[in-house]
């Protein structure tokens, strides 16, 4: 078998010092990747409640689009009674002339016989017509009042489908910022499987080197002992400080 020098022990010893050194630096990686973890984690959690407040604020909204348009309807059937009422007084006016045997207000006013009747059937006309005149502006005016209120929903509801709009933009953003989370973080579980893989082998390669210093030094002093060397002093020489022990250098 060759024999065993201090030089093949101390470049075993140098490679076990070298892997040790990379063993640290992959530590400190590990340890740079779980706080990059964290932050990732942090950020991720982060966004997941600003997409649930989100998430809630756009149900919130389509809950009031669907009053908005529940009041729409409604007015629009409020405004569909109101014209058909105008319509029934209308009919009804007519109706009423009719059975009275007046075509329209002009006949009343061309049947008097004298200037004084004249002047009497046009105080009838009048009231007729202030009645009638009364009831359309009424009318009319419930219909413009149902216009505005329909008309100010619509514009209400437009503002809201806007803002839900808004909302799921804002949503689809959120989303995206959490894949990229997400991918960060598998990302940073990859290296580090990859590092504590890489540690484990450098680990067990220390191990197996270490175990190889213990047996070359056990043959050294086997051979040194077999050429009857003395351990403990030689006036010619080196003095070997330790029987069996660990030599550092």
Sequence with gaps: AAKVTQADIDALKGSASDLDKKQKEIQS?????KDDKAAALQKKNLL???IANTTSQISNTESQIA???ALILQAEDELADAE???YDLFCKRVREME????????????KATSFSDLLGRLDIVNEVMDYDQKVIDDLEALQAEIEEKKTGLEASKADLEAAKASLE???????SQRDEANKLVREIDDNAAEYQATLKDLEAEERRIEQQVKQLQKQLEEQM???GKNYN????GYIWPVNGGYISC
């Design 29 to 33: 990686k590990l340890n740079d990747l």
């Design 48 to 50: 997941d409640q600003q």
């Design 67 to 69: 009053d908005y348009n």
């Design 84 to 86: 058909a009422d105008q």
């Design 99 to 110: 059975e009275q045997g007046t075509v329209s207000y002009w006949s009343v006013l061309f």
């Design 169 to 175: 933009s804002q949503k689809r953003q959120l989303s």
């Design 225 to 227: 002992a077999a050429e």
């Design 233 to 236: 002093t030689n006036p010619g």
